[in-house]
């Protein structure tokens, strides 16, 4: 079957650090992969859209320069967020695609700023 | 502007009742619905979806309804279950297009035993 895996689970990051999170896919080859931050009050934010071939799409709020995206086949994707904040804190979630697919998502990375 | 609202934002049924989860949508583009079910401390899992083409999906104790012409859909979740206690998620997207998923607010589904 399709999964993802995502590592690390959990991050604890010093206000100003950088962190970088890991997403595998298994089974399936993710053309696509979609990044999201899901907030505490569980809302789900979409930070920027991955298709293999393709320039890395990023919603608005949300810059490369911020979150840096990584999509090197079709089996891993990486993301990092650099000089962390209090307000990027959250559950970052990868989702991945074959095709016009459904997403599958991994566990998420869980993201403390201190 | 939210695009894919669900209510209620959180239910309370009895083991054994019939759960029914709302949601509605904005866009007429949008031509596939996955829900999803997420656990405390996990990622959204895929749990059933529903294309435009169809009014109706079933597996197992999960069945979509779906209302193209009102832009309605809800899951039921027949004969509740404790392990049934999640956060449940509807989501909307162009499958045409880009693995773009929108997202509504969640409705957290609690079953009391």
């Known amino acids: 079957g399709a999964l993802v895996y995502q590592y690390p689970r959990r991050t604890i990051c010093k206000s100003g650090t950088s962190m970088r999170m890991e997403c595998q896919a298994v089974?399936?080859?993710?053309?696509?992969v979609a990044w999201y931050r899901q907030s505490p009050q569980k809302t789900f934010e979409l930070i920027a859209l991955s298709t293999v071939n393709s320039a890395i799409k990023y919603e608005q709020n949300f810059t490369q320069e911020k979150f840096p995206i990584s999509h090197p086949n079709l089996s891993f994707s990486s993301m990092t967020v650099l000089n962390a904040y209090l307000e990027d804190r959250g559950l970052y979630l990868c989702?991945?695609?074959?095709?016009?697919?459904?997403?599958?998502f991994g566990s998420g990375t869980r993201l403390t700023v201190l | 502007q939210q695009q894919v609202r669900q209510s209620p934002q959180s239910l309370t049924v009895w083991e054994g009742e019939t759960a029914i989860l709302n949601c509605s949508y904005e866009n007429s583009a949008f031509d596939y619905f996955p829900w999803y079910q997420q656990f405390p401390g996990e990622g959204p899992a895929l749990l059933i979806s529903i294309l435009s083409v169809s009014n109706k999906k079933e597996d197992g104790r999960f069945t979509i309804f779906f209302n193209k012409r009102e832009k309605k859909l809800s899951l039921h979740i027949a004969d509740s279950q404790p392990g049934d206690s999640a956060t449940y998620f509807c989501a909307a997207t162009n499958q045409g297009g880009s693995a773009k998923l929108i997202f509504g607010e969640g409705t957290k589904l609690t079953v009391s035993s």
């Open positions: 089974g399936f080859q993710a053309t696509s």
């Open positions: 989702g991945a695609r074959q095709g016009a697919e459904t997403l599958y």
